[in-house]
Nanobody, 121 residues
Framework: QVQLVESGGGLVQPGGSLRLSCAAS????????MGWYRQAPGKQRELVAG???????NYEDSVKGRVTISRDNAKNTVYLQMNSLKPEDTAVYYC???????????????WGQGTQVTVSS
């Protein structure tokens, strides 16, 4: 059974930094794209940043220059370094991973349980 376990959320003051981590565990063949999404109260879940297995990245416009996504393929882990945080970054952050269980078949998207990030003075 595949699991994604997140850590690193919390309360931070405006202008502060946080680093989120998400580790995949279980039996699988390969992890393709990984990403971080967020969902604020009353809003739809949105993509914050994504990264391919080869390291290509993409970012949502409002976080460009403040957020860096990275991954350690040997540890099956994806990270999200967030700097210059703003109150509007407050949300539950979810990691995702497109995982191929076996060499045949198609990848499925798995989700972490979510971690709360609150930016407030």
């Amino acid at each position: 059974q595949v699991q994604l376990v997140e850590s690193g959320g919390g309360l931070v003051q405006p202008g502060g930094s946080l680093r989120l981590s998400c580790a995949a565990s279980g039996r699988f063949f390969k992890i393709n794209d990984m990403g971080w999404y967020r969902q604020a109260p009353g809003k739809q879940r949105e993509l914050v940043a994504g990264i391919t297995s080869g390291g290509r990245t993409n970012y949502e416009d409002s976080v460009k220059g403040r957020v860096t996504i990275s991954r350690d393929n040997a540890k099956n882990t994806v990270y999200l370094q967030m700097n210059s945080l703003k109150p509007e970054d407050t949300a539950v952050y979810y990691c995702s991973a497109d995982i191929l269980i076996a060499p045949w078949g198609v990848p499925h998207k798995y989700w972490g349980q979510g971690t709360q990030v609150t930016v407030s003075s």
